[in-house]
């Protein structure tokens, strides 16, 4: 479902028009923000307000202060160092950004938990995985930035916009010609993280209260603000429409049981992968069997088939 709706608009190879239908509105396809706030947001609140459960769960949540985790930090010392890992990696990786770390370190999370039935149900281990991958890639992401002039991420890439506009050039001599800036740059993630910190620890007690706002007050704000989005990232009416019908995606898939970490990740992944698929295709001689017979490719495949038996494996037992 990921990869059919990420195809709508533009190929990103050829450029011809595929799955719109001869809309002009869908000329240039569904944008991952609109898919965030749709599958989340708006098909979130339908099911809560179908299922009228999330008043009463509201009451249960008290928050006094901020303690120390340790006992949480210890016990999963390995999830963090594997979300980090992860979340440099793909940091690394120009083009992949923030929303493909969380899903990928939540969802190798989820599958090397012992009790994975937890996870959306306020487990910890959900919690700090997603959260040390968004960190950890916001670095990675600057890493082709500062060397290679290659945006990481979103982010990056604005802000390499604002360098270029001042006449900062950059790419692999930026260090060593704009080192006071390459050194702000630094300043500016250490001074910004410890501000959040901050932020947050004092916030603590203030933040929950939101959930004793009542519902059928929070829930149509919440909406006004999804609509609201959409209708700004495009500048179309068309796009709330189109904000109804994936919340509808996202309320069927909750009532089959679809995780949205799947779609997210393929809908993120397609056009990275149609790209390097017809490149690796228009290159070679022999074909789909190249995959098969060049070693890299090979093990990958081999790797992806493993995981996948694994997991139904796993399953069965």
């Known amino acids: ?33 609109c898919v965030m706030l749709r599958i989340f947001a708006g098909s979130t609140i339908l099911m809560e307000y179908a ?78 995985a997603p959260e040390v991958a968004n960190n950890a890639s916001i670095g990675g992401a600057l890493v082709p930035m500062i060397a290679l002039g290659i945006p990481g991420d979103g982010s990056t890439a604005l802000l390499l916009g604002a360098l270029t506009v001042q006449g900062v050039v950059a790419g692999p001599l930026m260090l060593k010609n704009y080192t006071n800036i390459v050194y702000m740059i630094y300043l500016s993630c250490i001074f910004a993280t410890t501000c959040v910190l901050i932020f947050e620890i004092v916030g603590m007690p203030v933040f929950p209260s939101l959930l004793k706002i009542p ?28 904000t109804v019908g994936m919340a509808f995606i996202g309320v069927f898939m909750s009532w089959a049981d679809l995780p949205p970490t799947p779609f997210i990740l393929a809908y993120v992944l397609e056009e990275t992968l149609e790209t390097n698929l017809g490149r690796a295709l228009s290159y070679s001689t022999n074909g789909w069997m190249s995959f098969f017979t060049r070693p890299a490719s090979c093990i990958f495949i081999v790797v992806a088939v493993a995981s996948i038996v694994m997991t139904l494996v796993k399953k069965e037992k």
Request: with cysteine; aromatic share 12%.
């Open 51 to 128: 299922r009228d459960e999330k008043a009463a769960a509201s009451e249960l949540v008290k928050v006094s202060r901020f303690r120390w985790p340790g006992r949480n930090l210890y016990n999963n010392v390995k999830n963090i160092i594997q979300s980090w890992c992860i979340g440099a990696v793909i940091g690394f990786l120009p083009g992949m950004g923030l929303a493909l770390s969380n899903v990928v370190a939540y969802a190798k999370a989820k599958s090397s938990s012992r009790h994975p039935e937890e996870f959306g149900q306020g487990c910890i281990d959900g919690v700090i």
């Open 1 to 33: 479902m990921g990869l059919i709706i990420r195809c709508i608009g533009t190929a990103p190879i050829c450029g011809t028009q595929r799955f719109a239908g001869g809309s002009y509105y869908l000329a240039g396809g569904i944008g991952l923000s």
């Open 215 to 242: 519902y059928h007050y929070l829930y149509p704000v919440i909406l006004v603000l999804v609509f609201l989005g959409a209708y700004i990232s495009t500048g179309n009416i068309f796009a709330v429409i189109r």
